[in-house]
């Protein structure tokens, strides 16, 4: 069955940076499109990231130029790369399989000094 795994939260400090994976098994990337999304504490969840089955991506304006996502088809993994980190990007991220709606658990990033 369809399974998406995130991993690679924590604490951070402003101005660091981290990796987030997602592991999906039950089908292959390179056929779906794939999101990141974020849900911080009172807030709504948006999206971050998209990145399409032709491995295409698209970075949402609010973390343009600090964010990046990517994929790696062998691994079967989708990463977001968050750089220069702001105490506003606390939250929960989570990726997802667009075309019937899976997501995964979700991991907790947090930034504070």
């Known amino acids: 069955q369809v399974q998406l795994v995130e991993s690679g939260g924590g604490l951070v400090q402003p101005g660091g940076s981290l990796r987030l994976s997602c592991v999906a098994s039950g089908f292959a990337l390179d056929l779906y499109a794939m999101r990141w999304s974020r849900q911080g504490p009172g807030k709504e969840r948006e999206t971050v990231a998209t990145i399409f089955s032709d491995g295409r991506t698209l970075i949402e304006d609010s973390v343009s130029g600090r964010f990046d996502a990517s994929r790696d088809t062998e691994e079967n993994t989708v990463y977001l790369e968050m750089n220069r980190l702001k105490t506003e990007d606390t939250a929960v991220y989570y990726c997802?399989?667009?075309?019937?709606?899976?997501w995964g658990r979700g991991t907790q990033v947090t930034v504070s000094s």
């Open positions: 997802s399989r667009l075309r019937g709606n899976y």
